[in-house]
């Protein structure tokens, strides 16, 4: 690694950046007729016209414009883009009566799934959180409140700890099996984590640093793997591990048999989320004021895991997931997965130490930008061979959003100006 290198990765991700990541969100997401953003676009990046709004969709999306213009992006043009999405969020998608965000409207706002779901909640923690850090603006944070305190209230588990995911409109737990009242993940204790780090940087309440800390403590000693310390994707209330599902309410992408039980269900782990939770985890503490040596063990585990068995050295990027010993069951290349090593191995590299970690960024950085951005149209393609060619050709769907894309690039340069 010299300062040659580091400043030409530099270089190409802030022309990435400036020049076709910003700029195809900039000039085609917001909704000017109806409010909130428009997020689905074909691979010319074209409206594709589906006629909906979901609330993961708009709060990553307020999230991403909110962080770009926090980082000094967009000329002020980004923080009207996040105002006008926290005006949608509030007036359409907020539950006057029982608290919380609703999952799903149409374009026009009406509503179409009325549920409470924990992993959507978390982001708009997550988002108003960072709209109010990067504006100034104190609707972000009262919301952002409000949403923590329902968490409080009515999802966790005073039992066994952490916090049961799937309700219906008047926070009633929904039933077991695909319903998912009876499963806890790690994709949204995660998220929650990410989430109340924000709101705690945000308020520096003595409550929401003490929450902080218990969801930590709960993802290192209960859904990070015992052995390899890698992430466990689903349990059952008592923490027992359980089969991998398919929720009646999905998040994400993830390839399921017909039946919606995942492959080696009992034994599989993403290498993006391992190193994404990793990279969270040094965020968090930053935020905490805590030493990295109280959680190295586990750093090393996460992103060790990654690096040795995750990166293709052959064809360049990262798996998408493999047993916790070590095995790849999926060798495709999801761009979520590449967003996030790209951060952690620079983050596992700077505290680390191992040259390992900056020839794996390299590696990916590598496909990233020959294989897996769309150059003409400005965004990434989602789903890859392992060989770099496009299966899945949209740009956007609500969940293939801005949210892993810009965060990567943005957080990537940050990293990338401290080794230099």
């Excluded at 999801?334 to 191992?354: K, P």
Aim: glycine letters at 8%; proline letters at 3%.
């Amino acid at each position: 690694m010299t300062n040659e290198v580091v400043q030409q990765c530099r270089q190409e991700l802030h022309h990435h950046l400036t020049n076709e990541l910003l700029p195809f969100w900039i000039d085609r997401a917001v909704d000017a007729e109806h409010g909130g953003f428009i997020t689905h676009f074909d691979q010319l990046g074209n409206d594709s016209g589906e006629d909906e709004k979901s609330l993961i969709a708009q709060t990553r999306s307020i999230y991403t414009y909110s962080s770009a213009h926090r980082a000094g992006y967009g000329e002020g043009k980004l923080a009207e883009m996040a105002r006008h999405g926290v005006d949608y969020l509030l007036t359409r998608m907020w539950d006057t009566e029982h608290g919380g965000f609703y999952w799903m409207t149409n374009r026009k706002g009406d509503v179409l799934n009325d549920q409470k779901i924990v992993y959507g909640q978390s982001f708009a923690i997550y988002c108003l959180s960072e709209y109010t850090l990067a504006t100034g603006d104190p609707r972000g944070v009262e919301y952002a409140q409000k949403v923590f305190d329902r968490l409080q209230k009515h999802a966790v588990d005073t039992c066994y700890g952490g916090y049961f995911e799937m309700f219906e409109r008047d926070w009633t737990l929904k039933g077991p099996g695909a319903a998912g009242g009876d499963r806890k993940t790690l994709d949204a204790h995660m998220h929650l984590m990410e989430a109340f780090t924000t709101l705690y940087e945000c308020t520096r309440l003595p409550l929401h640093r003490r929450k902080l800390l218990e969801v930590i403590t709960l993802l290192v000693d209960k859904i990070m793997h015992p052995v390899y310390g890698t992430g466990i994707p689903q349990f059952w209330a008592d923490w027992r591990v359980a089969p991998q599902i398919k929720f009646d309410i999905i998040w994400g992408w993830d390839r399921f048999t017909e039946d919606g039980i995942k492959r080696e269900a009992e034994d599989n782990t993403s290498y993006g989320h391992n190193a994404e939770f990793a990279w969270l985890l040094i965020h968090a503490l930053d935020v905490l004021e805590i030493p990295y040596e109280t959680y190295r063990e586990q750093l090393h585990k996460s992103f060790a895991h990654a690096v040795d068995n995750g990166v293709d050295w052959e064809h360049g990027g990262v798996f998408v997931e493999g047993s916790h010993s070590g095995q790849v069951y999926d060798r495709e290349k999801e761009f979520w997965q590449q967003a996030e090593v790209l951060i952690g191995f620079l983050d596992a590299y700077r505290i680390l130490g191992d040259e390992k970690y900056w020839k794996a960024y390299e590696n990916v950085h590598r496909f990233v930008m020959d294989k897996m951005v769309n150059h003409p149209v400005g965004e990434w393609w989602p789903l890859m061979t392992r060989q770099g060619t496009p299966i899945w050709t949209h740009m956007s769907h609500s969940w293939k959003i801005n949210y892993h894309t810009v965060r990567a690039v943005v957080q990537s340069i940050q990293r990338l100006d401290k080794l230099r």
